[in-house]
């Protein structure tokens, strides 16, 4: 018989990666088999990113290529525009099959390969990942966003917050060390907000006596729950909201390191916290609906600094959004130069449909943007490098994650940093490396025996 070839194409972040790897679960367990070549494959799956208009455009280009090279190919969309009348109308005649990632189940009903549609009551999160890597793995802890910042589409396009069985969570990550994975990252829109009732049996599995606080469980809770799992791992959590940044979570972070005294080494969790600040400016943050101010931003550095030695923070910032003066940008760069992140995506504003701030006058120019943008790039490439000083001639351990163009080993520090090895090494694994190098965006050593 003749293999259906299938082929995935992902644009945006970890949640559509992570989407991704359960859609070609899916696909696998119906009797598709993967192509690397999309022009071979019959079916092809876009998760699309609406974040910005860059990202949108990308899957329409890529569709009308898709088709134009091939006719007879399905195309399944999903993501953040599936369910956009306007890129409905947009694409029509070119998608075959509109599936928003929660209807992942029903889509061997859509394909005609089953007769009845399953609606499988615990979610698209429950279907097993055909995951990318063998040492590492994004674990979705939850799906949508309550939040409604101004600017953002996520809301719209991926609904509200739910969030997953703390069993099924402490489940995958468990076959996922078992297997030998040695980087575990909690994803969700906003991981922080975490909440889900545990059950009698879940409380039994996980050795936790019944209590109050145990029969809700928070992110907190689950982030000493994974890290209670056994095994040599290491755990990343993305993304963190500011006003959801409580003094437990902190605490429990500061519990889970390796340098915790409480548990003399065998924590989990890395010294690295990304923390989106958007903004500097107290009025630009009000408008975002971003519901913390600059103070409470700063302090909140502080005490995750004070908590946790050796934590790296890293941010997500906005230029360019309407309104935004001046001084006001001004006030995102004392931020910087305050705070001294290790590393900041900045993007430039970019106006979303049916989002509060599209109504705004988007009054700041592409040219005053871009300005924008490249001042604070250079800012940060400055702090990155006086942080990456510090590491010279220290021993850090590295995940080996890969070779570059020129045959190189790199991997990453627990704190995030990116490093360029010299030697031998072996994908996947951890190794002892002494710092020699520090550049702004990363740093070199050699293995250490
Ligand atoms: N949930 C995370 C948070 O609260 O920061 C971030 C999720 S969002 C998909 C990722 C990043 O995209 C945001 O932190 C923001 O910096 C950027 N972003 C979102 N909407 C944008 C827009 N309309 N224009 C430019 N950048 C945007
Ligand atoms: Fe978007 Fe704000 Fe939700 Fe992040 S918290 S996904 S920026 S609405």
């Known amino acids: 018989m003749k293999k259906k070839l299938y082929h995935i194409i992902t644009i945006g972040c970890q949640m559509n990666k992570s989407d991704s790897e359960r859609i070609a679960g899916y696909l696998e367990k119906h009797g598709y088999v993967l192509s690397e070549n999309k022009d071979k494959a019959v079916l092809v799956v876009v998760t699309t990113c609406g974040v910005k208009q860059s990202a949108e455009n990308r899957a329409y280009s890529l ?31 070119y998608v075959d099959i509109w599936m928003p990632i929660t209807e992942l189940d029903s889509l061997a009903y859509k394909l005609g390969l089953e007769k009845i549609e399953n609606n499988s009551l615990s979610g698209y999160l429950a279907i097993n990942p055909k995951y990318n890597s063998k040492f590492s793995a994004f674990v979705p802890i939850g799906n949508g966003c309550d939040n409604f910042c101004a600017y953002c589409v996520v809301p719209h396009a991926r609904g509200r917050e739910t969030y997953r069985d703390a069993l099924e969570i402490l489940e995958e990550v468990k076959k996922l060390v078992k297997k030998g994975y040695k980087e575990i990252t909690l994803i969700a ?6 909440r889900a009732k545990i059950t009698n049996y879940e409380l039994r599995i996980t050795n936790k006596k019944e209590n109050e606080d145990f029969k809700l469980i928070k992110f907190p809770d689950l982030l000493r729950m994974v890290n209670d799992i056994p095994g040599d791992f290491w755990i990343r959590f993305s993304t963190s909201h500011p006003k959801d940044m409580s003094d437990e979570l902190i605490k429990a972070v500061a519990e889970c390191v390796p340098a915790s005294p409480k548990l003399r080494g065998a924590g989990k969790v890395c010294e690295h916290i990304h923390l989106p600040v958007q903004s500097g400016d107290n009025e630009i943050l009000r408008e975002m609906n ?3 101010t600059r103070e409470h931003y700063i302090n909140l550095i502080k005490k995750i600094r004070k908590a946790v030695s050796n934590v790296c923070i890293t941010t997500d910032i906005i230029v360019g959004f309407p309104g935004e003066t001046e001084e006001q940008f001004n006030q995102t760069i004392r931020l910087l130069k305050e705070i001294k992140f290790y590393l900041a995506y900045i993007s430039q504003y970019s106006p979303r449909a049916g989002t509060i701030s599209a109504k705004m006058d988007n009054d700041v120019t592409q ?22 000083k510090k590491y010279l001639n220290k021993i850090v351990d590295v995940l080996i994650e890969g070779k570059n163009k020129k045959g190189d080993w790199f991997g990453k520090t627990r704190t995030y940093k990116n490093v360029r090895i010299n030697g031998e090494a072996l994908l996947g694994e951890f190794i002892k490396v002494k710092i020699k190098k520090a550049k702004d965006f990363g740093l070199e050593g050699e293995i250490i025996n």
């Not at 040219?367 to 990456?388: D, F, M, S």
Request: net charge positive; charged share 40%; with cysteine.
């Open 290 to 292: 971003r519901k913390y």
């Open 367 to 388: 040219k005053e943007k871009k300005r924008r943008e490249e001042a604070l790039v250079k800012i940060v490439k400055k702090t990155a490098l006086e942080e990456n």
């Open 63 to 93: 569709i009308y290529r898709l088709k134009k090279n091939n006719p007879k190919i399905k195309i399944v969309l999903t993501g953040c525009l599936s369910q956009r009348k306007d890129v409905q109308r947009r694409l029509n005649g």
């Open 189 to 194: 829109q906003n991981v922080n907000s975490y």
